[in-house]
């Protein structure tokens, strides 16, 4: 198993959980693979409290998509929670990894205020949902570009799984709140926004100029 790549992980983890299908006790029904689940779990990047309680496996349908299978653990409080396969082979998420979604998050209110009474997608101008509707950094700075000059105007230091911490939308957020309303002013006085459809903003990602 260890000589695996994360691919053929996830597929064979896929495949392990489909040929048995939907099952209310996975340890009683299928010792050997539950066996082979159970180890897997030891390696969810949040395992304390995925873990808590823990009494047994089963597989459940998808909660968004009831064509799809989901891996649930059981806890003694009755609790049923899903417990995703894919995070259990990609171990814990890297500092960096984390520290671009917070960046991200910081600015999210940001993003949403912008987007309140948007209707047009400023290429093509067609009218567009809420939920088709993209915020584009557009102008001079990329968001890239934005967070690259904060950081270098107000380093961040060593970086440490202390300098986050996570919001009510289980999303990362900086523990220094100081830091953080720093960049939400930076971002705010920085950013040039504009709305996009879905589409153009795929062709922008391809090269169409900003
Ligand atoms: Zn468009």
Redesign the pocket.
């Known amino acids: 198993m260890s000589n695996l790549t994360q691919k053929q992980r996830k597929a064979y983890f896929s495949e392990l959980v489909n040929s048995i299908g939907l099952c209310e006790d996975m340890e009683k029904e299928y010792p050997s693979q539950y066996a082979e689940l159970y180890e897997l779990i030891q390696n969810h990047p949040e395992k304390e409290r995925k873990l808590k309680d823990y009494v047994g496996l089963r597989i459940i349908k998808n909660l968004k998509n009831p064509r799809l299978l989901s891996l649930a653990v059981c806890r003694s409080t009755g609790e049923v929670e899903t417990i995703s396969w894919v995070s259990c082979i990609q171990g814990p998420e890297s500092m960096e990894s984390v520290l671009r979604k917070c960046f991200r998050e910081e600015i999210t209110d940001q993003i949403y205020k912008f987007k309140t009474g948007k209707k047009q997608?400023v290429?093509?101008?067609?009218y567009?949902s809420y939920h088709e509707m993209d915020i584009d950094h557009t102008g001079e700075y990329s968001f890239y570009d934005l967070q690259t000059n904060y950081t270098r105007e107000n380093p961040i230091g060593d970086i440490q799984w202390e300098t986050f911490t996570y919001n009510d939308k289980r999303q990362p957020i900086f523990a220094d709140r100081e830091y953080a309303e720093r960049w939400k002013e930076y971002h705010r006085e920085h950013a040039v926004l504009q709305s996009?459809?879905k589409?153009?903003h795929r062709v922008k990602t391809y090269g169409w100029e900003k």
């Open positions: 997608c290429k093509c101008k067609k567009i996009l459809c589409a153009c």
